[in-house]
């Protein structure tokens, strides 16, 4: 029981790994390359990268780590390893969190985005960049700070659970 424990544990601390870094990338080096392109440029990257992010590998990563994380808190409750608990706990909560500002800001406004149109259609470019562009990045960011605080969590949890 106690391999499976730390086998969670590694791949939840992996999976929350790889969402914290994609945000991160999108957060110091997508959203400020993108900030320096015209209006019609913005939208259509950000409408392409909204498709193409739904993928297997991005699911992998994203609900992955909610899963090996939630596995890793069950695993922990019944066993002697409750210094390990606050520490999963917490990166589950973080984690979750940042799940929850996905789902009630960035995807509705990637919606929204889709929802205008393609970029040479659209009337004002200018205003519907200005309606996604600072907000999202801000939300991108909260999201980062998340997921690598529920990763700061998790290799924590991973060191208390090699000492014991």
């Not at 601390?13 to 994609?22: E, I, K, N």
């Not at 984690?95 to 009337?123: C, F, H, K, W």
């Not at 600072?134 to 990763?151: D, G, I």
């Not at 700061?152 to 949890?157: F, I, K």
């Amino acid at each position: 029981m106690e391999t499976a424990r730390t086998l969670v544990l590694v791949a939840a601390t992996l999976t929350c790994g790889l969402t914290a870094g994609l945000f991160y990338a999108y957060a110091c080096s997508v959203m400020p390359a993108l900030a320096r392109v015209d209006d019609r440029t913005f939208i259509e990257v950000m409408q392409r990268v909204n498709v193409a992010i739904l993928n297997g590998w991005f699911v992998l990563g994203f609900v992955g780590a909610l899963l090996t994380t939630a596995a890793a808190v069950a695993l922990h409750l019944p066993s002697d390893g409750h210094d390990v608990l606050p520490a999963t706990v917490a990166a589950l909560v973080l984690y979750a969190a940042a799940i929850g500002v996905t789902r009630s800001v960035n995807i509705p406004m990637n919606d929204e985005l889709a929802a205008a149109g393609t970029p040479q259609a659209i009337a004002d470019p200018a205003a519907v960049r200005g309606r996604f562009e600072a907000r999202w990045v801000r939300f991108n960011v909260l999201r980062a700070l998340l997921c690598t605080a529920a990763l700061g969590c998790l290799a924590w949890a991973l060191i208390l659970n090699g000492q014991s």
